[in-house]
Structures are given as structure tokens and as C-alpha cells.
């Protein structure tokens, strides 16, 4: 159990406020290396990672059981198309897992509300375990269309570059924090960024597959992920390709 400082501002400075503890494991630098192979969650039965609780893929039940009913894959499954294997998914998947292999533990930040802190939460909670406790630390904003993060660490309209192997640098806030947003990738910050659901997934895709998360390092120990507010395309997109 680890104890940690929850603080609130004052004009002057940040004063303790009151300490929550939280199950975690212990704070270590020798954390082994996370294979590809143990990011992708097996499913019983072949069942998809989006499965209803009681699945029956894989049976003649598949796609007429009771447990099949509002199920995303049920006509899938009834007319034995789920049973194909999509080299597309399959593909995004080992990329995912690929560029992600040597990151330790990503927490995603969510809130079915706006305007409660979710990137405040985010930020601080990057910068803490970065400054503070020196972890290597990545900070994702998949806000697409109001990207926030960058600014609250002082790194709004940075540029980012691509590195010898072609995938993105992230730029850094400080020397153990990666940010990474689509903040960096428009011209100006009072435009509004309308993306359509394949364009936000598309952009998430990159995030996940096209970032050097650890260009400043062999390991990242955390990648802090905040999201948009409510749980719409962008939760379901990252979720959908971190869990397949």
C-alpha cells in the first residue's frame, strides 16, 4: 500500500491537504521488460475482447443464446463470419504491442463529465511521478479536439520530429516526461479541430503505434493517458486497441 499527497492550490503555494492510500505495487526501477507477446489478452473460447459475459462463440449457440442479445459481434457470430480472422486487427494489434512492449503500466484518466480535472489530474499526476519520484513517464492527450495537457506543462506549440526510425519524437516537458498531443500538430491554437470518428481513430492508432515512447531511455515506467470528456469514440478506440 502506498500513501500518497493530495494537494490543494493557494496563492502561494501548494500546501498537504489530506493522504488517500491506494493498492499499487511498490516503486521500483527494476521492473522487467514487458514482452509483446503479454499485452494481448487472451479471450476463452476465442471469444472477442468485446464479448458479452457468457459468451458462446465458437458453438451453434453462437449468435442466437440468450447472453448474445445487444452483443456488437451477435450477427458476426450468427452467420459464422466472426470466425474469420482480420489481418487489419491483427496487424494493428502487433503494432500496438510492439511500441508499447517496453512501457511498464499505462493509467488512463476518465470522467463521464467535463470540467472536473481530468487533464489537471493527469498533468500533476505525470509530473509527480517524473519530477518527484524520477520515474520515466509518458503523458498521451487523446483530447482531439481540445487538447489541454501540453499547455498545463508548458510545452503548448512545441514541434515534434521524426527520429532515425521514423516514428514520432514526443517533446519533453521535463527530461523524464514525454507529452505527446495533437496540440503540436496544428497551426494555431484558436482553431477549432473537428475530426469525424475514423479520423480520431486513425490519430489515436498513431499515438499508440508511431510514438518512440522511449527515446529518452530503454523503458517507460508509466504512460498516463487523458482522455476527453463522457466515454465516446476516443475511450473506446484506445481501450478496443490496448485490450485486442
Known sequence: TVSAP?????PKKLLP?????CPAAPFSHSRPRVSPSSLVMESPSGAPADANDGCVAGTEAAGKAD?????PNQSAC???????????KAQDAAAVASSL?????????????????KSTVSTQFAWTLAA????????????????????????????????????WTPVYAHENLAVMS???STPNEDNAIVRRGPRKEGMIRQFLTEVNWCAGGEILDYLVVD???????????IVNHLVS
Open 132 to 167: 518527484h519520484y524520477g520515474f520515466s513517464v509518458g503523458l498521451l492527450d487523446v483530447d482531439i479536439c481540445g487538447p489541454s495537457a501540453p499547455r498545463m506543462c508548458g510545452v503548448a506549440r512545441s514541434a515534434v520530429r521524426r527520429g532515425p526510425d521514423g516514428r
Open 78 to 88: 450468427a452467420t459464422g463470419t466472426a470466425a474469420v480472422p482480420d489481418p487489419k
Open 101 to 117: 512492449a517496453s512501457v511498464g503500466r499505462i493509467i488512463l484518466v476518465l470522467s463521464g463529465k467535463g470540467g472536473v480535472g
Open 6 to 10: 493530495i494537494f490543494h492550490r493557494t
Open 17 to 21: 491537504c489530506r493522504t488517500i492510500s
Open 182 to 184: 495533437v496540440d503540436f
Open 227 to 237: 482522455t476527453p470528456p463522457g466515454t465516446s469514440d476516443e475511450h473506446m478506440f
Open 67 to 71: 447472453s448474445c442479445a445487444g452483443c
